[in-house]
């Protein structure tokens, strides 16, 4: 026996018409929403942020060597934008932003120690895991093409940042106070960028045998305590951020901290000879660049903050020091 099934032909159009109403709906939104979200983090947009006093033509940048070291209340008309960790490659990037909003800038000190050509020390804090998550909630807006693509990994952090940043998908946004900020429409200070370093000013002083060793194997050495050899890397990027500033016609000071006598005995000797040629290449190649070496410079025990790093009443030394010899070098150029 044959049944006689009825279709509602009308009614079938019509769920059909309405389900591409809505799914086209659907897609216009995610596509609004996107493009809302990219362009709240778009960092073009917020160049203000960058732009400085047409006072300060001295830029004080790299890890938190310089970060602890160099006080800019002493070396005047300058801004300390050191921050803890920073490689060259990320200093890169930070460096294009200041110097194309400020073309008052006439000079960039940088740090330059042993530990900046370790590839260890240099670049750990990229592609281990633990730390990538900090790294890339820091820099990753400021990158171009070129620095994505150079990072890239199908690591978790990584496409997080994809994902938020590039397609403008609204991850975690209740931990996102830059974002919350905007959605409120409040205003949007350089403190806001986490990648924006200043002066670390401490009074403390705690300089320890264990520590010294703990700093060592963490600069140099793998989990194998064989040194890796130096960073490619970060080398290929300190050649870029001064041939930047030569461009520009930006002198660059080289600066190499004090740091405690026990801590330099135990930088391995590969080190040292890499450091000396890398330094030695980068004089040589680039007329625009001083070196600065403070590796040695005695200070009292009270002077650091630890091992390789001073307090604010080392920094105070070191930073007279440093502002004589921009203040000589400025009276020579109008000779």
Do not use: W
């Not at 032909?9 to 109403?21: D, V």
């Not at 391995?268 to 660049?289: A, G, M, S, W």
């Amino acid at each position: 026996m044959f049944k006689v099934i009825y279709i509602d032909l009308n009614n079938h159009m019509r769920q059909k018409y309405f389900q591409s109403i809505y799914f086209a709906f659907l897609i216009v939104i995610s596509f609004s929403m996107s493009y809302y979200y990219r362009s709240i983090y778009n960092i073009k947009s917020y160049k203000y942020v960058f732009e400085l006093n047409k006072d300060i033509n001295t830029l004080i940048i790299g890890d938190s060597h310089p970060m602890s070291s160099l006080d800019p209340d002493i070396i005047k008309n300058s801004k300390n934008i050191s921050l803890d960790s920073e490689n060259y490659f990320f200093t890169y990037y930070k460096l294009k932003y200041y110097i194309s909003y400020n073309s008052h800038i006439k000079n960039v000190i940088l740090g330059f120690s042993t530990h900046n050509v370790s590839k260890m020390s240099s670049e750990m804090f990229i592609f281990h895991e633990p730390t990538e998550k900090q790294v890339l909630e820091r820099y990753y807006r400021i990158l171009d093409f070129e620095g994505k693509y150079r990072i890239m990994s199908s690591r978790k952090y990584f496409i997080i940042s994809v994902l938020k940043y590039d397609l403008g998908i609204p991850l975690e946004i209740y931990k996102d106070d830059f974002l919350l900020k905007k959605l409120f429409n409040r205003n949007i200070y350089e403190s806001d960028y986490k990648f924006v370093g200043e002066f670390y000013k401490s009074d403390k002083s705690n300089v320890n045998n264990k520590d010294i060793q703990k700093k060592i194997k963490e600069y140099y050495y793998n989990d194998h305590m064989i040194y890796p050899g130096e960073s490619d890397l970060n080398i290929e990027y300190l050649n870029k951020i001064i041939e930047m500033c030569s461009k520009k016609g930006i002198k660059v000071y080289l600066y190499s901290s004090p740091v405690f006598p026990t801590f330099k005995e135990l930088i391995p000797k590969e080190n040292l000879i890499d450091f000396e040629r890398v330094k030695k290449d980068v004089i040589q190649n680039h007329k625009n660049t001083v070196y600065i070496d403070h590796t040695d410079y005695v200070l009292e025990r009270k002077d650091y903050g630890d091992q390789d790093h001073l307090n604010s009443l080392g920094a105070k030394v070191v930073s007279h020091i440093i502002y004589g010899i921009l203040l000589k070098d400025n009276e020579n150029n109008f000779k």
